[in-house]
């Protein structure tokens, strides 16, 4: 099975950084990338699908890139609404595996 | 609009059995492929299970394969899991998730989860 491999595990920045995270495949899996948003407490959220597409009502500050194995979530300027746990998920055939979570604290 | 309510959660002793439900509303329910999702306390998303939106096509994580059934009613607008032979770490929040479109796709509508917890 591909394997999923996010970094930092967590990572503290100011307001206003830009703020990235990666996501490494074991195995290519073209643009079946997704990345969600989890607030403490609350339900995942779909942000981007197809490595780059933002999803419909997500802030434009969140953008996606790459193909194959590596793969980058991007806030331009980290909100404090932007507090979370963000999880990279491939979809490209089961399992749907997802990444082991990046938590994104303000400094 | 789309709403996703699971329901059946509870508190089952090793070895136990439990069955998840999760009602759709707002949607086209018979159109859509669904999962199951679990997070455990404290940690990460695990995706446990996939129907294909006539039930044909089903498949399983290999942590619950053969200990878990996912199933569909979409004269009932529902989709089920039957989680039996339950294990101390199967304790987590199970959450049902719709698929964005047809075909390979992530998830877009997610429910509230229910807390599924085997302990004796």
């Known amino acids: 099975d591909i394997q999923m491999t996010q970094s930092p595990s967590s990572l503290s920045a100011s307001v206003g950084d830009r703020v990235t995270i990666t996501c490494r495949a074991s195995q290519g899996i073209s643009n079946y990338l997704a990345w969600y948003q989890q607030k403490p407490g609350e339900v995942p959220k779909l942000l981007i699908y197809?490595?780059?597409a933002l999803q419909s009502g997500v802030p434009s500050r969140f953008s996606g890139s790459g193909s194959g194995t590596d793969f980058t979530l991007t806030i331009s300027s980290l909100q404090p609404e932007d507090v979370a746990t963000y999880y990279c998920q491939k979809y490209n055939s089961a399992p749907r595996t997802f990444g082991q979570g990046t938590k994104v604290e303000i400094k | 609009e789309v709403q996703l309510v699971e329901s059946g959660g509870g508190l089952v002793q090793p070895g136990g059995s439990l069955r998840l439900s999760c009602a759709a509303f707002g949607f086209s329910f018979s159109s859509y492929e669904m999962n199951w999702v679990r997070q455990a306390p404290g940690k990460g998303l695990e995706w446990v299970s996939y129907i294909s939106s006539s039930g044909s096509a089903i498949y399983y994580a290999d942590s619950v394969k053969g200990r878990i059934t996912i199933s569909r009613d979409n004269a009932k607008n529902s989709l089920y899991l039957q989680m039996n032979s339950l294990r101390a770490e199967d304790t987590a929040v199970y959450y049902c998730?719709?698929?964005?479109?047809?075909?390979?796709?992530?998830?877009?509508?997610w429910g509230q989860g229910t807390l599924v917890t085997v302990s004796s």
């Open positions: 998730a719709r698929d964005r479109q047809s075909g390979a796709s992530p998830f877009d509508y």
């Open positions: 197809a490595a780059s």
